[in-house]
């Protein structure tokens, strides 16, 4: 579906380019104006919803793209404001026109700001703060003007600055007192010692924050402005530059070719922060968390010098094709300086597979799969894939003897449909999974062609607010064929579009003078639940609503920016599963049980309070009211502290295949463990084992009724 829409674009777009940009565009050096037109014309012909960009479209464009820079308005003054005003409703003539007037102007603009914020932070921060003024900072910057002045400018830096150094002075001063309770005899550090181990550490982050910074160049600035105007037409339709469009093909297929480690750029330098478990640096144990890289060398070539370099940049050296060598120069932990051979492979990222474990319960067993998302390789479906790896899982989990199935989607942002629809098909015999459908065009409805039932017993899916897209998808199929019970928030994310990665590259033919020019994902579909309602806005709503800490948070569809509507269309042609399964008094048990539970009733105690601390907006800059407000806030967490203690008697172990594995890799048998660990203080997965057995009791019951009638 996805290869079918983005050969007929290309067609159209090519079609479109020899007639009318070779003139205006090609023999155009600017690469920035040739990708407003490439962007612009593939939103056009072919966005689900393609807005009209007008004077309002513009508008929308300059809000969103000034409060993308200065989102706590701390740069831009209200001069610099009323300069930029001319071009409000002028950004869909530049677009049109392919005018960058506009984007010159406020970035340059706001580099010349950001320098002088430089000068204003070092500055306030020379000197000491008094915290004994009774002041406060306002931090809702949706309702807060840009400073009139310089001089307001620099008091709402310093406001910032204090506040951030008054709460790391609160909790120095909190570990002293500490350390004197334990130890009579300890030497307490001075209050104005505390002040000013607090200010070097605002300075710091400062540094770090400008240091970032310093590393962006103008095409970054570039990506931004391009983002401003994309996600007016939904928050999903977004450019991807060269660098982010790699960063989301690993993120969607977990894995990459390089050397297995993760880098952090900081004080000019490359450091190692991990080392990805199975990668060739973990296998050839001569790399360690704390190296620093100093120079990258291709082979037997001449090495470059990274200092200083920006993370992308050097990361493109470090990455590089399967079987093929780089030598790094590194500088150890312990000062002395060594050349190490790594010859490059493939690296999965474990943390993005589905893992299994089994759970004892009452002398019985029960599988769980965690899925974190829908991953694919888009080049290669029959490789990896999150359809394959939960149908492994599965067979796995029936040779330990499990008696249900737990499939948690909690955090599962979504991911390949292709992936959900053959995943639905291991729990029906056959039939249609979910409809989708194009502007303009008819439904298609996708269905599980495959009779087979790979499991055919009780079955538990877990979500939250965080489910989305081909989570929802999953859960809304098992929801309408009553083949599961859902069990989670209130509703799911409510994310009901699909996307397609579109390539810009392919329209500029092979004489490219350009370089690599990014992607456009773009919202191309609307899926539907066979049942024919929408999850978009709408989410999928639990069969067994329980409270977690996002109950009262504003973080689903409905939340974002400009999202799709919500709609229906006709349903499809489908039959309720009528496997042994008592669906309905399940749930009943449940939500008798939910009624009854202390530690739900406070996670959502708890919930409400974090909904009520995120609300507030306002904040003391005075130690005294400072302190009062912390130890207030802190008094009342306690009651919360019975969260982390609950426990379960509930037993997890991993499979055979994973214990092996674990024995020769410390780092996934530690990962195991926590996992393990927080499982069993999961409330939510205690409840969905209950369920399991209440889907397999109530069917006993209803099987000797209908033998006694």
């Known amino acids: 579906m996805k290869r079918n829409f983005v050969y007929v674009l290309a067609a159209l777009l090519i079609s479109v380019a020899s007639c009318s940009f070779t003139n205006k565009t090609f023999d155009n050096p ?57 071009y409000r409703d002028q950004i869909d ?52 003007s840009f400073a ?38 300890y030497q307490e550090k001075s209050e104005k010692d505390l002040e000013e181990e607090a200010r070097e550490s605002t300075k710091k982050m400062q540094d770090e924050f400008y240091d970032l910074v310093d590393d962006l160049e103008r095409k970054d600035w570039f990506v931004m402005y391009l983002n401003a105007i994309v996600t007016e037409f939904d928050p999903h339709t977004y450019y991807f530059g060269p660098e982010e469009k790699d960063r989301f093909d690993t993120s969607m297929s977990g894995k990459f070719e390089g050397i297995g480690a993760r880098l952090q750029r900081k004080n000019d330098r490359i450091k190692i922060v991990e080392i990805i478990s199975g990668g060739p640096a973990w296998r050839g144990n001569e790399v360690e968390v704390g190296d620093e890289i100093l120079r990258v060398a291709q082979g037997n070539e001449e090495p470059v010098d990274v200092i200083g370099m920006r993370l992308d940049d050097a990361v493109k050296l470090i990455k590089g094709p399967k079987g093929s060598e780089v030598k790094l120069t590194l500088k150890r932990v312990d000062g002395t300086t060594e050349t190490v051979s790594i010859v490059r492979d493939v690296v999965e990222l474990e943390e993005s597979y589905a893992k299994s474990s089994t759970v004892e319960k009452d002398g019985r067993t029960f599988g769980i799969i965690n899925l974190p998302k829908f991953y694919i390789d888009f080049d290669n479906y029959d490789d990896r894939n999150a359809a394959s790896d939960v149908e492994k899982e599965i067979e796995r989990l029936k040779e330990k003897g499990m008696e ?22 291991f729990f029906i015999e056959e039939g249609p999974v979910v409809q989708v459908k194009s502007s303009g065009k008819r439904k298609e409805v996708l269905s599980d062609t495959d009779k087979r039932v790979q499991w055919d017993g009780p079955l538990v899916i877990l979500v939250n607010e965080l489910s989305a897209s081909a989570s929802e998808i999953l859960a809304a199929a098992m929801q309408d ?44 579909q609307k899926f539907y639940r066979i049942n024919g309602g929408s999850t978009q806005l709408e989410g999928v709503k639990s069969d067994i609503t329980v409270p977690d800490r996002y109950s009262y948070i504003d973080i689903g569809e409905k939340d974002q920016e400009n999202p799709l509507p919500w709609d229906k269309i006709d349903p499809a042609d489908y039959k309720t599963w009528d496997g042994p399964l008592n669906y309905d008094y399940a749930v009943k048990r449940s939500k008798e049980r939910m009624g009854k539970s202390e530690q739900l009733s406070l996670i959502d105690e708890n919930a409400r309070w974090v909904k009520k601390k995120q609300d507030e907006s306002k904040y003391p800059l005075n130690y005294e009211a400072y302190r009062k407000a912390i130890d207030k806030d802190e008094e009342v967490a306690k009651r919360f502290d019975a969260l982390s203690d609950y426990k379960t008697t509930l037993s997890f172990r991993s499979l055979p295949y994973e214990e092996t594995l674990m024995a020769k890799d410390t780092v996934l048998r530690d990962k195991r463990k926590r996992w393990h660990e927080n499982l069993a203080k999961d409330v939510y997965v205690e409840e969905a084992l209950n369920v399991l057995e209440d889907l397999q009791a109530g069917h006993v019951k209803k099987r000797v009724a209908n033998i006694r009638d």
Not at 410 to 425: C, E, F, P
Not at 489 to 514: I, P, W
């Open 30 to 86: 600017d690469k920035d104006k040739l990708l407003i037109q490439l962007i612009s014309y593939v939103l056009e012909k072919g966005h689900y919803d393609p807005k009209a960009m007008d004077d309002a479209f513009s508008e929308k464009v300059f809000d969103q793209y000034i409060s993308m820079l200065d989102p706590s308005k701390r740069y831009f003054l209200k001069s610099d404001i009323e300069e930029f005003e001319v």
């Open 148 to 185: 009139s002045s310089r001089k307001e400018l620099k008091d709402r830096w310093r406001k910032y600055l204090k506040f951030s150094t008054l709460s790391g002075y609160v909790t120095r001063l909190e570990d002293e007192e500490n350390k004197k309770k334990e130890d009579a005899e």
């Open 93 to 144: 003539d530049q677009i049109r026109d392919s005018d960058i007037t506009f984007f010159d102007l406020v970035q340059q603009r706001l580099v010349k700001r950001m320098e002088e914020g430089k000068e204003i932070y070092k500055e306030i921060l020379e000197k000491p703060f008094d915290f004994s003024a009774d002041e406060e900072i306002d931090m809702d910057y949706d309702n807060l």
């Open 481 to 524: 064929y009553k083949r599961a019970v859902i069990i989670g928030s209130k509703q799911t994310y409510g994310k009901g579009t699909v996307q397609n990665v579109v390539d810009l590259n392919q329209f500029l033919g092979q004489k490219n003078d350009f370089g690599d020019v990014g992607a456009l994902k773009i919202t191309t």
């Open 404 to 425: 249900g199935l737990i499939l948690d989607l909690r955090g599962n942002g979504g991911g390949s449909l292709k992936t959900v629809v053959d995943m639905a098909g």
